[in-house]
């Protein structure tokens, strides 16, 4: 298990973390830290917690907006080419059974 020096908001802070991710937690805090210094300039320095809650609920509604446009698109997506979900997993399902015979064909063709 790894461990990372993180920063926000001038503090440090020492995370455990799987091994090789520590880059990925380092740019998460960076983004962190960004969105509390955006709060911070906003309302000024209210205290650390509160500064943390307010950026994680700003981070959530973030989260929750794209989540949203994800699902909008893939409606969208659903609705442009007429197909029901079922009807979507069904193809999805038989696209991958075309690769697993075109793979296994190819698996032959190397052993001639």
């Known amino acids: ?3 990372v020096s993180i920063r926000i908001n001038g503090r440090s802070y020492d995370i455990a973390c799987d091994d090789g991710q520590e880059d990925r937690i380092n740019a998460l805090a960076g983004y962190v830290n960004e969105r509390v210094r955006e709060i911070a300039e906003a309302v000024g320095q209210i205290g ?3 500064l943390l809650v307010m950026a994680s609920l700003l981070i959530a509604d ?3 907006n794209t989540q949203e446009k994800l699902e909008n698109g893939a409606q969208q997506s ?3 080419t007429g197909l029901s979900d079922a009807e979507s997993d069904a193809l999805a399902d038989n696209i991958e059974t075309m690769a697993a015979r075109v793979e296994a064909i190819a698996e032959k063709l190397a052993q001639n």
């Open 78 to 80: 659903a609705q442009v």
């Open 62 to 64: 973030e989260l929750g």
């Open 48 to 50: 650390e917690q509160r």
């Open 1 to 3: 298990m790894a461990q």
